[in-house]
């Protein structure tokens, strides 16, 4: 039991990590929730209010429109790289080779360790289109290199491409971590049983892997965009004419670049509230209650 005198410890002890979520994180939401209202350059003695005016544009701007479809097809396409061919590669390793596997963890897990902003400077070299090494090979068999920095679509998929340079061996070991954390006995059960192994996957292993799986998901949904950032700004600046840009660029664009402050805010509070809403539709319909085990 703790004593009167004693009872106050803990709130001491996270006083100082509750300060710097204070100054760091809380502060800096609601004073960019303020400042949405107003229509503000940084360098202005005076604010205009707006009212909600910067948030009716996220929706009638054209250019916004456009950024938001971006930030869509960016999420889809890291869904996708970063997320199910990790859980499928996983699988097969786990399931079908079986053999090797701290090897494919070293192996896939290397370009982590690396810089994005020197793996971007890279890719960058490695796709140049007139005299890159991938554009001269190509041009040796009578092909050539599309010029994919003047296409939008073109951009976002290498620049997702880079991203899941960096973070698809992450994602591969917590998805191997997980698998290998289930219960041996339940799956030498369901092979007794002579269940084909598609249906030992599909319906006993990935249900019981679901806490790690939407972990993943939820990660590469919410890290994956805030990694993109950095190829668009070292690459594409967000061009072709917004063409490779998301949310969180055009964020900075708007904030730090053209001075928009208002709407540079409304658009983070947009992209904050999407995600808050993502992660709040994953816990509630997505994780349910972990089966026991035993």
């Not at 998901?217 to 805030?226: A, F, H």
């Not at 055009?250 to 208002?262: E, M, P, Q």
Request: charged residues 10%; positive net charge.
């Amino acid at each position: 039991m703790i004593s009167n005198k004693n009872k106050f410890v803990p709130f001491f002890c996270l006083l100082p990590a509750t300060i710097i979520f204070l100054i760091f994180i809380i502060i800096p939401i609601g004073y960019s929730f303020y400042l949405s209202f107003f229509n503000w350059n940084l360098i202005a003695p005076t604010k205009e209010f707006v009212g909600l005016q910067n948030y009716f544009a996220l929706f009638t701007d054209p250019l916004n429109r456009k950024i938001m479809l971006n930030t869509l097809f960016y999420v889809i396409l890291l869904v996708i790289l970063n997320f199910v061919f990790p859980y499928l590669i996983s699988l097969i390793v786990k399931y079908f080779i079986r053999k090797m596997q701290g090897a494919y963890k070293i192996i896939f897990f290397i370009p982590s360790l690396f810089s994005l902003v020197v793996g971007a400077m890279v890719f960058s070299w490695l796709l140049n289109p007139v005299s890159g090494p991938v554009a001269l090979l190509l041009r040796k068999i009578g092909m050539t290199l599309p010029n994919w920095t003047n296409s939008g679509l073109m951009a976002i998929v290498v620049l997702c491409l880079i991203t899941s340079w960096k973070v698809f061996g992450y994602n591969f070991i917590l998805l191997l971590t997980g698998l290998g954390s289930i219960p041996q006995n339940i799956i030498d059960a369901a092979q007794i049983d002579n269940i084909p192994r598609w249906r030992l996957i599909w319906d006993v292993i990935l249900p019981l892997n679901k806490g790690v799986s939407i972990y993943v998901l939820i990660l590469t949904i919410v890290q994956g965009l805030q990694y993109v950032f950095t190829p668009i700004n070292v690459i594409t600046q967000g061009g072709p004419y917004y063409g490779s840009s998301n949310a969180l660029y055009h964020t900075y664009l708007n904030a730090f670049v053209l001075y928009k402050t208002g709407s540079a805010s409304a658009l983070s509070i947009a992209t904050f509230v999407i995600f808050l809403i993502l992660l709040f539709l994953e816990v509630k319909f997505v994780e349910r209650r972990e089966p026991r085990y035993g």
